[in-house]
């Protein structure tokens, strides 16, 4: 083991998929600070909140709970503003500015990436677009954007070996950074999300943050067009402009515990998900309680769920939100047609378990800090 070992995280605001792999991170690593460009007190399970967390200026300015996406800006400053000068092992998680911490030349930086930085790379539209920042405010965030994406592009050689939660996110690292990436999806408890004994319910449900890009408003539409109830776990920025779309039967029920959250998987008829994603932790979850999943067929889906066995992969249209809603209701109408048991489903998420995911980063740890510069 490492001297000093330091974890790097995004920011602790919610309990999503990453702040799960820092969970498993910080089991693995039981000494290590954790360095965060934002901390809300309460808002991560014990498991995170009981160590040293240091947080960024970032955390001093104003509303940073709810605020903090708009200081996008000032991120790689606060970001390179950490001392990790005693660190001989540096573990960030990173779909932002994580990654770009500056260690010294004796340590050894290992980066879990989820994605390099989205808005910067391929969905500035979703964020930054006209029909969200107006045409003035979308040319100024372009230049801000871009310059983004340089620093991000940049800061890869800070890394000495990259792990990507998927092949899609690893193709990603390659395309931007120029860097090969081992691939080791995230960790998902099988132990807790297991099926229950009843039969499934009358709805379908969405486990999501509420931003643009996982196109929530597809799967309203989908669930709209069969008449079916839909029930959306999640918060975030587009929350109030989906409520503005959404119709009866249609519940937002925000953030969730955890055993709350299985027992609405276990409930559902599916799981629904219609972006694009980096990997897409729910799905899995969904699968471990022995239910099937609704997923387009891009990004991270195509490598958990198996198409016409454990789900229904939804190829998107020419781009038409409306075509894109039909698709997904036809396979939502399908979903019952599926030949798996909820006890065999359960079994396929057996691949993602967390035991799995010590393992791997246990190995892939060890290999870089006894080859530091291979990768």
């Known amino acids: 083991m490492p001297d000093k070992v330091v974890l790097v995280h995004d920011w602790l605001t919610g309990m999503r998929g990453g702040e ?19 901390h809300v007190p309460g808002s991560v399970t014990p498991v995170i909140e009981h160590r040293k967390v240091r947080s960024s200026l970032i955390n001093r300015l104003p509303a940073p709970a709810r605020w903090y996406r708009h200081y996008l800006p000032l991120f790689p400053f606060a970001i390179e503003q950490f001392d990790l ?22 340590a050894v930086h290992v980066s879990y990436s989820h994605s390099p930085m989205r808005y910067a790379w391929d969905q500035f539209p979703s964020y930054f677009g006209p029909d969200r920042f107006g045409h003035l405010g979308s040319a100024a965030a372009r230049h801000v954007v871009s310059w983004l994406a340089r620093w991000d592009r940049d800061t890869a050689p800070r890394v000495n070996r990259f792990i990507a939660n998927s092949a899609y ?62 029930k959306l776990v999640g918060t975030g920025p587009d929350e109030e402009r989906l409520r503005a779309v959404s119709a009866a039967g249609m519940e937002f029920l925000g953030h969730v515990g955890d055993n709350e959250l299985r027992a609405l998987y276990r409930d559902a008829r599916a799981l629904v998900l219609p972006g694009e994603e980096d990997f897409g932790i729910a799905p899995v979850e969904a699968q471990a309680c022995g239910r099937p999943v609704v997923a387009l067929a891009r990004g991270g889906a195509c490598e958990t769920v198996e198409h016409g066995i454990s789900g229904w992969l939804v190829e998107p249209g020419d781009g038409d939100a409306p075509d894109d809603a039909s698709r997904f209701a036809e396979a939502m109408r399908q979903v019952e047609d599926l030949p798996l048991s909820p006890a065999e489903l359960h079994a396929r998420a057996g691949a993602f378990s967390a035991d799995h995911f010590d393992a791997g980063v246990t190995h892939l740890v060890a290999e870089a800090l006894e080859h530091p510069h291979a990768w």
Do not use: M, W
Not at 23 to 32: G, H, T
Not at 87 to 106: D, E, F, I, N, Q
């Open 169 to 230: 996110v690893a193709r990603r690292i390659r395309r931007y950074y120029n860097r090969q990436a081992a691939v080791l999806h995230p960790p998902v408890d099988t132990g807790f999300f297991t099926p229950g004994h009843g039969a499934a319910g009358d709805y379908f449900l969405v486990v999501s943050a509420l931003v643009p890009y996982k196109r929530i408003d597809t799967a309203i539409r989908a669930a709209a067009i069969l008449g079916a109830r839909l």
């Open 85 to 106: 000068d005693d660190a001989t092992l540096v573990v960030s998680t990173s779909h932002c500015a994580a990654k770009a911490v500056v260690p010294t030349g004796r």
């Open 20 to 38: 799960k792999v820092l969970e498993s991170l910080c089991r693995l690593y039981p000494d290590a600070d954790l360095l965060t460009l934002v």
